[in-house]
């Protein structure tokens, strides 16, 4: 609970390089102990992972499951800070909705997914559909925290000097949300890449899921773990060539 | 009303879970282009009537004119945190962009050109107040709500920031509201002062001040001495009163 | 004495076709009459029977043949005995005008189980080699879950399906034409008849320690078997479970599996699979076979016949 | 985003009692319209619901279910939040688990439970660490930019006055994560109620998830909405007798 | 150093991203029980100081001992919103409950008893300060930093807390470090005032000051025109200088 010396750009790498050595170092162990299919080595779920990538047969799922995460993502935090907006600045509001969002948010996967097949068919809008909507939920519960801590004081200020209402949300209250925007960002990527697997898994002819179900059929577990590190790699370097140097641009006051 | 005057009328302003109104019956017209100063006790209602005049708060009885065109400095200087001195004045300027007015305004309140690009967890109190009072100034407007300017501030400075303050109101005519502690501040600067207190708080005492502004240290001082003569309550306590009138 | 008796766990899926027999099995003490204990483990999906079996919860569970070959070459000595014949069809809407293999020409086709599916890579042989056209290229196929489509079906978004059998008994009562079954597809492409569909799988060495334990519970498997083939009575038990939405419904279930119900189980279910595993392997490659390129030897069990 | 006079109890209560009036009505006019089982009427989820609370099998279900929810809810939110105070806290570690905690949060829940299951066997315990190991991420995530955000000027009050640890983390650093706690438990339990689901999926004998399936083969959509529902009506009550109380405690200095 | 005072030896503190230090060459000793005036101009490095000799920021070359057990009032009021006026106050106490003694604290604050169940949300900007205050005091420190205690409060209020603090002072001998802008106030209160100055800043002037306390404003008075006449430039812009020396 200190503040520490800040880091140097220099040592972060080092020390970001050395926990994935470490690592994969675990790994690699824990794999030569157990000696069971149940957990390969690195080096052969890296053997499965070059293999699908030279075969093109790992772009052509993980492009089509990047794609639906993608638009599920956009669809889900737009919609979601919107209307956590909208639920944590107005009390009644939040009231009345408050069993919606409750129920919205434990409906299982399992019956959005089925009831978007079923009513839009077997195709990718369902899908994105069907997870956007399992997602939503979640990013207004969260972004509704935010709202509601939302600093009355500086609010005041932009009321008083008559801030025009864009301004105000984008320069007064949005920098207000942001830690819980990236919280949500954060777990809402991984979330929806959860329910993308599920939702291919039931009715898409393509993707992680539905090749990590024909892998998990076999028991095969070092493919299941070669397609899971690559999305996780795509993920790795959203973090680092978006989320990241995000943060540091507008988070950067705190420091 | 109209044409940048204010006018007051509060029955009564209470807080939630309380049965006594922490203002009540308080009647005050200023008019367009008037400095009034507001002087009494901590914790009478000072800030409370000036969030009312600004339209902060609306849950109160009665009825309040005064125009849409409102700087305020607040007791506290409630910068944004994660915009830069300059973008804090950006921030409340019709354009969304810091004018070069507005960055002279930040020269002329001692705020040195490299600190426009801080932020204000990186200024020392002083700035951060002189920020918020050039953020009140920049948008010129026709109603200035200022709850106490000058404190944390070296008495040089406080002392130039007054006059520049003079010098703005001479210049572009807003109606003032001055909240201060320093009656020897309020002497200095008001066409009049309105001092609040009692419980419910109103006003218990005003007074028209006609002396031209600048006003010598001379003239405050005779003020002062004419004012606690009249009314001796007002002055009690303070550390340096002037050296003929002890403290009783 | 009751102490005497072994046990055998079996990890089943909750709502499949499986339970029916072992159901019988336990009403019927087939097994304790085989000195057996059987103690049966429901769970949820295909998915959990393997995940039971891999992590020692289970000692047999019912999956393909196919599935067992390909865990022998990656090293998981895995071996089986078949259960059943009973294979899918494809089905089509009454009012779909699909009557031939032919018609599905530039139409949707719901397919279960996905691109590597074996029903469908041997539809697609089939039509190569009786139309010369490959299906994927003619229809347009929709993978998914198999009540999903089913779904879809009934609801006329989908005017055929290839689905499983217990499903297909679902569309024949509500009106669906059978256009080929799986049967005829095998044949067409040269298979020898009575080729195993799923087996009772267990580990190598469960078999080689527990021998004449497993063999009292295929021969339980066998006397419930017989039951279900002759004796109408016993479905009547088996109702509840089955969850027919109606008498046509009940009875188009029963009489498929009735016909998927093995002669003999026997050294020849391994030469009939390994005849068939060439052309799979061709058909599906690695992503359906694995690495071997014919039946792992082993595969089917050489301890039971009956 | 404007602060609206105070809502009587009553008040609220009514809103709420009229928002569920609503959601019925809603969807019983919608399932009256589609007229199809893929959206069955309240009537018939409420006759199915009734049944199966009769024969008793609702509440072995449930009852099995909510054990599971209850244990990893409880695991998940502890470790998360105290990873997540340490993470948010020192920039040093956060740097080096940061790649870490990228890939936990990415990993399926299937990888996850099928490694729990095979290690530790086909019981509770390994489902309960499943669910756990796979919601604590998302829980640091969020408790991560609590952390980060922590007025540092409230905490030199407390280091000025060398307030005891302890009272330091209760009464100056956690109120300050409360509403980050608060997110991430209202998402959190709705998430590990889904892994539960899948959990109960993959090989547990009894459980909502358990049954879901059975249903789910037989398009059963309501025996699902049944068992959902009664979950969720589990869920609401735990806002309205614990959640929304705890919150007007703890929070209640903002209003 | 042993015993409550304090030695500051502080080469140079830098801000990160800066060349010049705000702080350099700068050495303090207090005596235990010293009362310690320190002023100097907005943005001079007063905060920092203490901020420093408080344990808040190690990140200067030098070295500060100083006693551990302090009580610190910062420039802003800086209490726990969440926490009640009370367990603001309980917080900082050794068994975590607010003694009587505290609550005496509070009354003698003029904070009355209703309010000590209130959030500091609920409180008037002099109430947080008051409140603020008396936590410092109610510590019982050795060593009490105090960062321009009296502003934001009303003449007489500001100057019974004077009084309560040098009477807090004369019974409990803390070692007191007291920042103010308020000339009139250091030369009332006391031992000693250092000036700080300059960039980077250092102490300019320091003056001593032997007469007893509580001084008469006269006495004040006195100090001050003799320290104007050798240091004309410290007093330049105050408003009201006395009568007899106008400003320049
Ligand atoms: N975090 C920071 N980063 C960079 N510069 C800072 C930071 N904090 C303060 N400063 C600068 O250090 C100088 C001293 O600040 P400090 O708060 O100590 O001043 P001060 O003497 O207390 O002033 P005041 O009387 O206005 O409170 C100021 O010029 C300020 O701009
Ligand atoms: N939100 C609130 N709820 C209840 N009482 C409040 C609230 N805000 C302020 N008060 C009370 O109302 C009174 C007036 O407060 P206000 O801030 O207007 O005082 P002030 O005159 O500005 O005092 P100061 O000079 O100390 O700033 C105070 O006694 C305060 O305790
Ligand atoms: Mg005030
Ligand atoms: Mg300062």
Not at chain 1, 41 to 47: F, G, L, S
Not at chain 1, 137 to 143: E, F, I, L, N, R
Not at chain 3, 135 to 156: C, D, F, I, K, T
Request: aromatic share 8%.
């Amino acid at each position: 609970m200190r503040t520490e010396p800040g880091l140097s750009r220099a040592a972060e790498r080092r020390l970001r390089f050395a926990a994935f050595a470490l690592l994969l170092l675990l790994w690699w162990g824990l794999a030569l102990v157990l000696h069971s299919d149940v957990l390969p080595t690195p080096a052969a779920v890296w053997e499965r992972l070059w293999a699908h990538a030279v075969s093109g047969e790992l772009w052509r799922h993980l492009g089509a499951t990047l794609a639906r995460v993608a638009a599920s993502f956009l669809i889900a935090m737009l919609v979601g800070t919107a209307i956590g907006i909208l639920l944590g600045g107005s009390r009644r509001l939040d009231v009345f909705f408050d069993g919606w969002l409750v129920l919205g948010l434990n409906i299982p996967a399992l019956v959005t997914i089925i009831l978007c097949y079923v009513w839009f068919g077997l195709n990718d809008a369902a899908a994105v559909l069907a997870v956007a909507a399992n997602k939503i939920p979640t990013v207004v519960v969260t972004v509704r925290e935010g709202a509601r801590a939302v600093d009355r004081e500086l609010l005041a200020v932009a009321t008083a000097f008559r801030v025009p209402p864009l301004r105000r949300l984008t320069r007064v209250y949005l920098p207000q949300l942001l830690p819980y925007l990236f919280a949500s960002a954060r777990s809402g990527l991984s979330l929806i890449w959860k329910i993308v697997l599920v939702v291919e898994l039931l009715g898409r002819p393509n993707g992680i899921g539905f090749r990590l179900n024909a892998f998990f059929q076999f028991f095969d577990i070092a493919g299941i773990l070669a397609y899971t590190l690559a999305f996780a790699a795509v993920v790795l370097a959203v973090e680092a060539w978006l989320l990241r140097p995000l943060e540091r641009r507008l988070l950067g006051w705190r420091a | 009303m109209s044409g940048g005057g204010l006018s007051v009328e509060l029955q009564a302003k209470y807080w939630p879970g309380s049965d006594v109104p922490v203002l009540a019956g308080l009647r005050l017209d200023v008019a367009a282009g008037e400095f009034l100063c507001l002087v009494g006790p901590s914790g009478c209602g000072k800030s409370t009537l000036l969030a009312a005049i600004a339209g902060l708060d609306a849950d109160f009885l009665g009825r309040i004119d005064a125009p849409p065109e409102r700087g305020m400095l607040f007791q506290t200087p409630r910068l944004m945190p994660w915009l830069t001195v300059r973008d804090n004045l950006a921030l409340v300027l019709a354009d969304g962009r810091c004018s070069p007015a507005a960055e002279a305004l930040l020269d002329a309140m001692e705020i040195p050109p490299a600190l426009l690009d801080r932020y204000p967890g990186q200024l020392s109190g002083g700035q951060q107040r002189r920020v918020a009072l050039a953020r009140a100034f920049a948008v010129r407007p026709r109603l200035l709500l200022l709850d106490e300017p000058f404190v944390s501030l070296d008495a040089p400075v406080a002392q130039r920031l007054r006059e520049l303050l003079l010098e703005h109101w001479m210049r572009e005519r807003p109606t003032v509201l001055f909240v201060t502690h320093d009656l020897d501040e309020a002497l200095a600067l008001g066409d009049r002062i309105v001092f609040l207190g009692g419980r419910p708080a109103g006003i218990v005492l005003e007074l028209v001040l006609s002396e031209p502004r600048p006003r010598a240290p001379e003239a405050v001082w005779r003020l002062r001495r004419q004012l606690l003569s009249t009314h001796p309550e007002l002055l009690s306590g303070r550390v340096i009163p002037d050296p003929e009138t002890p403290r009783p | 004495t009751a102490t005497a008796l072994e046990t055998v766990r079996v990890g089943f899926q909750q709502s499949g076709t499986v339970q029916w027999e072992l159901q019988l099995m336990q009403e019927l003490g087939l097994a304790e009459r085989e000195g057996v204990r059987l103690e049966l483990v429901p769970l949820a999906t295909k998915d959990a029977t393997h995940i039971a079996l891999q992590g020692g919860a289970v000692d047999v569970v019912v999956d393909d043949w196919l599935w067992v070959s390909r865990a022998r070459d990656e090293g998981r000595p895995y071996t089986c005995v078949t259960h059943s014949l009973a294979a899918g069809a494809l089905y089509a809407r009454p009012d779909s005008g699909i009557t031939r293999l032919a018609d599905l020409a530039g139409k949707k086709l719901g397919v279960a189980g996905g691109a590597v599916d074996k029903s469908w890579l041997l539809l697609r042989a089939y039509a190569q080699k009786t139309l010369g056209v490959d299906l994927a290229q003619q229809v347009e196929p929709q993978y998914g879950a198999p009540p999903l489509l089913n779904q879809l079906a009934l609801r006329g978004e989908l005017p055929a399906v290839l689905n499983y059998w217990n499903y297909g008994a679902r569309l024949s009562a509500a009106g669906f034409r059978e256009v080929i079954s799986m049967r005829t597809v095998l044949t067409g492409l040269g298979a020898p008849p009575g080729l195993p569909v799923i087996a009772w799988v267990f580990p190598d060495e469960f078999a080689a320690q527990h021998g004449e334990t497993l063999r009292g519970f295929l021969r339980a498997s066998r006397a419930a078997k017989q039951a279900l083939a002759t004796d109408d009575a016993v479905w009547e038990r088996l109702r509840p479970l089955m969850q027919a939405a109606n008498d046509t419904e009940f009875r188009s279930l029963r009489d498929t599996y009735r016909q998927g119900i093995p002669q003999h189980v026997g050294p020849q279910d391994a030469l009939t699979a390994s005849r068939i595993f060439a052309l799979l392997a061709r058909l599906g490659g690695e992503a359906l076979v694995g690495r071997g390129t014919t039946l792992a030897t082993g595969t089917f069990w050489t301890g039971y016949a009956d």
